[in-house]
């Protein structure tokens, strides 16, 4: 069969891509009755692997696959980093594959297909269907797979996060004790799991506090979360702002000193991440600080272990938070 794939051969053979794989790479690794099955279809196929590709399947060095779904975010660049960092203390190489919650499974298949060893995955937007399709691709190809700020209560893969709802509550309590009543929550209309956490921890401080919780849906897009904010002022009462980002709180602060606001004086301003963006800001932006970079360097040890079979004290992994105080509260 002319340009038949390792699909084919995969489908034929009722296996894995991660099988065929391992058939052609390391055939001592698979049971002798699958790998002749495999082998059979191989054969019936006509399947040639490409040359190039079977030089890189058989390399020694440890590859990674890291999935993201939106590389221009700060926080996700912050993670990328402590990822990276811990990556060459042991020599792995790292290959990033872009895959929307529509493409997950075909994204999942090429990512298996890529013969990587680890795979960690850094898409918060992941609902309890989607994680379903991650575990099931990471178990057929028996690949260690560890995932970023996704914690659903009954997953079964791996996890490192951080306390977004205690972390919220904390902050959103700071400021009702400041006396603020009108606190908002600028949240994302694009939904994320870590802000479905954020926004719990508000309302139960507004709600413990018999205050109305006030949430905000606006866009990371600045040209549009400006628009949003300048419609804002027009017809709401505020005196208290949290965002779910800091981008979104900075741009807050510009148009609300634009409509003659003052900060901290009039309104109190914190964000919930802790980047670049807080210190950039005037003024300077207090924040919940969500430690990003070490998510990702956390998560790339807690997978360096799985791939070494090492013991480990937690598949489950919550990191600390804090709150950083500066000139906006």
């Known amino acids: 069969m002319a340009n038949t794939t390792i699909y084919d051969v995969a489908g034929a053979a009722k296996v894995s891509l991660a099988t065929v794989s391992r058939v052609m790479n390391n055939p001592e690794k698979v049971n002798p009755e699958t790998r002749e099955r495999v082998l059979k279809v191989i054969k019936e196929l006509g399947y040639k692997p490409n040359a190039i590709a079977r030089g890189l399947a058989s390399r020694k060095s440890t590859t990674i696959g890291v999935i993201i779904s939106d590389i221009t975010r700060a926080s996700v660049s912050q993670m990328l980093g402590g990822i990276i960092d811990v990556a060459k203390k042991y020599e792995y190489s790292i290959k990033i594959f872009s895959a929307s919650n529509v493409e997950l499974e075909d994204t999942m298949r090429n990512v298996v297909a890529e013969q990587v060893d680890g795979i960690l995955f850094l898409n918060e937007e992941l609902n309890k269907d989607e994680i379903a399709v991650v575990v099931k691709n990471a178990k057929e190809a028996n690949i260690p797979t560890v995932l970023t700020n996704v914690n659903f209560a009954d997953n079964v ?14 902050l959103t309590k700071r400021m009702i004790d400041m006396g603020r009543k009108d606190i908002y929550l600028f949240s994302t209309v694009r939904h994320y799991f870590t802000n479905d956490l954020k926004e719990e921890g508000y309302i139960k401080a507004m709600n413990e506090a018999h205050l109305e919780p006030r949430i905000f849906r606006t866009s990371g897009d600045v040209s549009i979360s400006t628009a ?31 409509n003659g606001r003052k900060i901290p004086e009039d309104i109190s301003v914190a964000g919930l991440q802790n980047t670049k963006y807080a210190l950039l800001s005037r003024p300077t932006l207090t924040c919940l600080d969500t430690p990003v970079y070490d998510i990702g360097a956390v998560a790339m040890r807690l997978l360096t272990k799985l791939m070494r079979q090492e013991e480990v004290d937690s598949l489950h992994i919550v990191l600390p938070h804090s709150i950083i105080k500066r000139e906006s509260l």
């Open 157 to 170: 893969l791996p996890y490192v996060i951080v306390d977004y709802v205690e972390g919220t509550y904390e």
């Open 228 to 258: 949003h904010f300048q419609e804002f002022f027009t017809n709401h009462s505020i005196d208290g702002a949290i965002s779910v980002r800091d981008s979104i709180a900075v741009n807050f602060m510009n148009v609300a000193i634009k």
